[in-house]
Each structure stands twice: as C-alpha cells, then as structure tokens.
C-alpha cells in the first residue's frame, strides 16, 4: 500500500515540476518560437519522460525479482511436500529428535527405533538421505545466489538442516559428511 502510495506522489511530483516549467517558460516559447527555445523545451520534456520511464522499468524488475523469489520458494515448497525420499528423511528426522518446548533441538538419536507412540522408526536408506541433503544443499546455493530470500527459507528448513547437520556428526556414513558446509546457509 506504501508503494503504490509512493509512486503516486513521484508521479505527480515529476507532472507538477514538468507542468509549473512550462508554464514558466510558455510566453517565452510562443513570444520567440526560435528553434532554439523549441529544441530545448523538446529535449527538456525527452529527459523528464526517459527519467519516468527508468524509474518504472526499475520498479517493474524489482517487482519481478521479487515475484519470482516466491515462486521459486514455493516450488521448492512443493517439491519438498511431494517427493517420497525427502518426506521419508524429514518424518525419519522428526522423529528422532527431542525438542524443548521453545521448539530448539535438545537431543539427536540417530539410532531410534520407535517413536514416542511405539511405532517402528524407519531409518532411511543411504540414497533417500542423499537426495535430502541434495535438497538442502540446493536451497543453500539458491541463497547465495540471492534467489531466494534468506530469512524466509531460514523459517521453514532451518530445523531440519540443523537435525541433519547434528545426525552427519554421529553418522558413521562417511558418503555424504563431505557436504557438511554446503547448505550451511540454513544453519
């Protein structure tokens, strides 16, 4: 609402100022009608219409790149809630996980084998956590990239790349601790 606000009073500033110069200078413009004067109002009105001009280019690509930031957040939102080995790894680290009431990781048991309701824990397979950290770590690029807004990913993946993180330090699997900085941007 501020925006739109703000481009109104910078459109009408730039109308005003162009309208009070050229009430300013109308008699001199008809009384001499020499090409000079002519040339000059011209070339005035030229930049004042170029500076509109690049003034709303600008917001228009600033207004894309945002747009595009959120649907390329949401994609990766949806890819998230609809690939199988993903939701395997993520169930797999909520559930040997002991949060505090703030909702801050306590503790890591990789080695869980039920869950608070006696239900069996699948641990997932070597590929199904690859294609996790595969996940995180393409997040993590798409942020340095400046494609996705940092603080927004940070709110929905950060719990699950610090669980990750703190499971690659116990895990004796050695594949996949190569990556341990590359999606540090969650962390």
């Known amino acids: 609402m501020q925006k739109r606000m703000k481009n109104k009073f910078f459109i009408l500033s730039c109308f005003a100022g162009l309208l ?7 008699l001199d413009i008809f009384s001499n009608e020499t090409s000079y ?3 000059s109002m011209s070339l005035f009105v030229s930049i004042i219409a170029l500076i509109i001009t690049n003034y709303f280019t ?3 690509a600033i207004e894309l790149r945002s747009y595009n930031k959120k649907s390329l957040f949401c994609n990766y939102c949806a890819r998230f809630s609809n690939d ?8 797999w680290l909520l559930n040997i996980t002991e949060l505090d009431s703030n909702g801050c990781i306590k ?5 869980k084998k039920k869950d608070d309701k ?3 824990i699948t641990m997932p397979t070597r590929f199904e956590k690859q294609r996790f950290l595969d996940f995180l770590t393409e997040i993590s690029i798409m942020i340095k990239s400046d494609l996705l807004e940092k603080d927004v990913v940070r709110d929905y993946f950060s719990l ?8 690659q330090q116990t895990d004796a699997n050695i594949c996949y601790k190569q990556h341990n900085t590359d999606f ?3 962390l």
């Open 58 to 60: 600008v917001e228009n």
């Open 37 to 39: 004067t002519i040339a």
């Open 118 to 120: 006696g239900k069996t």
């Open 20 to 26: 009070g110069i050229l009430c300013a200078s109308w």
């Open 160 to 167: 699950y790349a610090s669980i990750f993180n703190k499971v």
């Open 84 to 91: 199988k080995d993903v939701i395997k790894v993520a169930e």
């Open 184 to 186: 540090s941007e969650l």
């Open 107 to 111: 503790e890591v048991y990789p080695k």
